[in-house]
């Protein structure tokens, strides 16, 4: 398990070390994990495997490798499609359609898809951060700040126009114009109600984790596929992935506990870096958390959580979930992410404290 997990390696050696210099954490433990996070997991595991085992997405890429024949024109096609769809679904909702669709396509052409499943997670980061109910973090500062829906929107537009339009140079140059070579087709059987079925328990699970039904959409997925195809229980759950979750909320959560960074974030006075910063450490998500108890700026508060997203794998959750469905290369992901986050964080400061 260590083996091929490195990053779990670490993760497991923080957490002896950081139980062993403070005991009584233990007893919080329960009180650290995100329960519904591991549900939701869960669930999404399960039904990308399933779509996976009907053999559809064979037929679907097929469509679209037929219609877009250049590196460049399949790029920008799904960048497209994931600014489109993650502010709707959520930006780790998002990844679990696309990046099946994408490593599909790999198998048919002569493409670097690692490269693109990098920017496929920036762009789910970048077309989330639109919307309130596009990504946890936003949920939370919206909620919190009591922010019109218009006001949110209106606030994140320039977010998305610096960044958006930073991808889109990015993959410009990224991709050649030059037409594909297509690998031969090897039929799959397709086995038709397997995807519908899918199909509905991807919107079902949706529609009941949207209403805070998340142990609902994991039973009834659980039970159909089950009763269908028992494989999809056994090879679809990540136990890796999960347990990488588990152990980040503990050392996060643990982290929170410590008195001396209530100090530390009391004196803070530039949130938009800080919670770049911090994001980078213990994820956004909690940087939103801790942060909005120590600003009234949540300008500031929601671009840096955003932008931070496109750094670290930890920076955002949606970054492991992407790294790992893609089986992208830690190492490749942050020779990637880095420059990027740097070039798009100068960009919205000179916008936030120059115009």
């Known amino acids: 398990m260590f083996k091929k997990d490195p990053f779990l390696l670490i993760l497991t050696i923080l957490l002896i ?25 869960s669930t999404f595991m399960l039904i990308t495997k399933g779509i996976e085992f009907s053999g559809y ?8 490798i037929n219609r877009v024949k250049t590196e460049k024109g399949i790029a920008f096609s799904l960048i497209f499609i994931e600014l489109l769809i993650s502010p709707f ?19 048919r052409i002569d493409l670097d898809i690692e490269k693109l499943i ?10 989330s951060s639109l919307f309130p109910i596009g990504n946890p973090q936003n949920i939370y500062i919206y909620q919190s700040f009591s922010m019109s829906f218009f006001d949110f929107v209106w606030k994140m537009v320039p977010f998305e126009i610096i960044n958006a339009t930073l991808l889109i140079i990015v993959i410009y140059f990224s991709f050649k114009k030059t037409e594909i ?15 519908i079925v899918s199909i ?15 142990i609902w959409a994991l039973i009834i997925t659980g039970i159909t596929y089950l009763i269908i195809n028992k494989r999809i229980i056994y090879y679809g759950i ?33 949130i938009f870096i800080s919670s770049i910063l911090l994001s980078q450490v213990i994820s956004n998500v909690p940087t939103a958390l801790l942060f909005s108890h120590y600003t009234t700026s949540y300008t500031q508060l929601l671009y840096g959580v955003n932008v931070a997203g496109n750094g670290t794998m930890i920076s955002s959750l949606a970054n492991l979930i992407g790294i790992r469905l893609g089986i992208v290369s830690i190492k490749r992901f942050h020779l990637y992410s880095i420059p990027f986050l740097g070039i798009s964080t100068l960009l919205l400061y000179l916008y936030i404290y120059y115009i």
């Open 200 to 214: 509905f328990l991807f919107f079902t699970s949706i529609f009941l984790i949207n209403y805070k039904f998340q």
């Open 238 to 270: 990540n136990l890796n992935l999960l347990l990488i979750f588990v152990f980040l909320f503990i050392l996060i959560g643990g982290v929170k506990e410590i008195r001396v960074i209530d100090g530390m974030l009391s004196s803070i006075r530039n």
């Open 17 to 41: 070390i950081f139980v062993i210099w403070k005991p009584s954490i233990l007893r919080e433990v329960p009180l650290f994990i995100e329960y519904n996070t591991l549900i939701v997991l």
């Open 89 to 107: 679904i959520t930006n780790d909702v998002s990844l679990f359609l696309i990046i099946p669709i994408t490593l599909s396509i790999s198998k």
């Open 57 to 64: 997405l064979n037929q679907v890429t097929d469509k679209f």
């Open 181 to 195: 070579k297509i690998k031969p087709f090897v039929p799959i059987v397709k086995n038709r109600i397997l995807f």
């Open 118 to 127: 990098i920017f496929e997670i920036w762009a789910a980061n970048i077309g």
